[in-house]
């Protein structure tokens, strides 16, 4: 026995010494002989070869654009450590040996699905991770107050966008002016946090400190206009939202007769009258050339020629030119009343942002922008987005889209109308866009405003919890 098992032992030998390969087989550990990468229209595909599959692990960060895989027992040193990647979805892919084997971390520009699959034959190990997908992360803020964030990318490019969905028999949408309650510029967070509001968008269109280009109500008071019917986001004193044209038509009416108002909260031009409100600031601000009435309770309480001061609860009645002439003889104590339409579906409306184009009505794309006389500044090409939009239920949405980055190109008006159909709506109304775009919840900046920063606007809408 002992005589065969040293027989043995000698032919063990012999071999180890003539073919070295087969005594430490086992003990060897396997190879990764390649790695490289390959793109189709819908994913990138890493490709690991071995010289037979390995035993491995599949891992990903919080953030999910970190995915690593770990393999056990195997030596990377004969496969290239960088491979080449599509720069879109797949920022880098690098290659290390560890003590135990070797891992490959990918580092994604953005979280997206992946698969890992095997291949015995040749034997491989391969991840396709999807250049077009589509996936939605939700979850409530609170009753009544639902946020959604949305990725999306394919054929057209990548984009990311932001979606609110409120309650309107538990939440207020109410304007904000840069001032709080006065016209300026100011920021969204800034705005948003004089109502201690639970968020809140970028809303109308805006030029110098004080232009807004489209009408405001506040509080059931006007406190913007402008001189085209535009489509117009608002809410009613029963609580239901309303999208459809706004166009402002003011009147005064006195002893002397009924003379037209030229506008609320505007720079009096020669032969007008224009009405003022505290929503304009400390004062008129008007030259001499003209008279004003401070009205009250339908009645006139005091009359001065320039820059009077503005107060709650009081109107300015200021007339130049012409229309100053017109309203010779009033004195103190006169009734002065002010008549304002703004059409038929606003008669109960309390809030109001005018804006426009209107994006989609009776849950179909149609975008006037030709109608509304929108200029190219907003109708071209892909951009970041605003929106206001009512759902069949009756909810509100508020929506914002990134756009001009390289995670996330932006919309047309009419991909943007689409997306909002895809979400619910059945009436929507395009905001200001641009660096303007922005979304602030819980006073924190959601999505990625394309300026880098937060810019001044004039007018925001905030969503404001009902006591």
């Known amino acids: 026995m002992i ?36 793109i189709s229209e819908e994913n990138v595909r890493i490709v ?14 919080p953030s999910g654009k970190n995915i690593r895989m770990d393999f056990s027992g195997v030596d990377a040193a004969r496969a290239k450590n960088n491979v ?53 992360t939700k979850r409530s803020i609170e009753s009544g107050l639902d946020y959604t964030a949305y990725d999306r990318r394919n054929a057209d490019g990548v984009l990311k966008a932001y979606i609110l969905d409120i309650d309107p028999s538990k939440f207020e949408l109410i304007p904000v002016l840069g001032g709080g309650r006065t016209l300026g510029k100011n920021t969204v967070s800034n705005m948003v946090h004089y109502y201690n509001a639970e ?47 706004v166009n402002y038509s003011g009147s005064v009416h006195t002893k002397n007769g009924d003379f037209p108002i030229s506008g609320v909260n505007c720079d009096r031009s020669a032969d007008t009258i224009v009405e003022y409100n505290s929503f304009y600031g400390n004062s008129t601000g008007t030259n001499e050339y003209g008279i004003e009435y401070v009205v009250q309770d339908n009645k006139i ?27 010779s003889g009033m004195k103190v104590g ?36 030709d109608d509304e006389q929108i200029g190219p500044d907003v109708t071209g090409g892909r951009a970041p987005r605003t929106a206001a939009a009512i759902k069949a239920d009756g909810h509100v ?3 914002v889209v990134d756009g001009r980055q390289s995670q996330s190109s932006g919309l047309t008006l009419n991909g943007f109308a689409q997306l909002l159909i895809d979400s619910g709506a059945i009436e929507a109304v395009n905001f200001d866009g641009g660096g303007s775009s922005e979304m602030v919840i819980g006073g924190q900046i959601t999505n990625s405003p394309s300026d880098g920063m937060e810019r001044p606007v004039g007018v925001a809408l905030a969503v404001v919890k009902k006591k």
């Open 48 to 61: 690991l070869q071995f010289d037979s599959v390995p035993t491995y692990q599949v891992t990903a960060d």
């Open 301 to 327: 309480v005091r009359i001065n020629t320039n820059d009077t001061a503005l107060r709650d609860g009081q109107i300015v009645i200021s007339a130049h030119g012409v229309m100053k002439d017109a309203l």
């Open 334 to 369: 006169d009734e002065m009343t002010v008549n304002e339409d703004l059409g038929d579906i606003w008669k109960n409306a309390v809030q109001i942002v005018g804006v426009g184009p209107q994006l989609v009505k009776d849950g179909k794309v149609d975008v006037t922008a």
């Open 199 to 245: 968020a809140g968008v970028n809303a109308s269109y805006f030029g110098g400190q004080k232009d807004v280009y489209g009408l405001t109500k506040i509080d059931g008071t006007v406190a913007t206009t402008t001189y085209l019917a535009r489509t117009a986001f608002g809410m009613d004193t029963a609580g239901k939202a309303i999208i459809g044209i």
């Open 397 to 399: 949405m508020l929506v």
């Open 84 to 136: 080449a990647v599509d720069g879109d979805i797949v920022q880098s892919v690098d290659i290390t040996n560890t003590q135990s084997g070797c891992n490959v971390l990918i580092a994604l520009n953005q979280a997206v699905p992946y698969t890992v699959n095997t291949l015995q034959n040749p034997a491989r190990v391969f991840i396709d991770i999807k250049r077009y997908y589509e996936h939605t």
């Open 3 to 38: 005589k065969n098992l040293n027989k043995f032992v000698n032919i063990i030998t012999f071999l180890a010494i003539i073919f070295p390969s087969i005594a430490f087989a086992a003990n060897r550990p396997l190879n990764m002989t390649e790695a490289r990468s390959g």
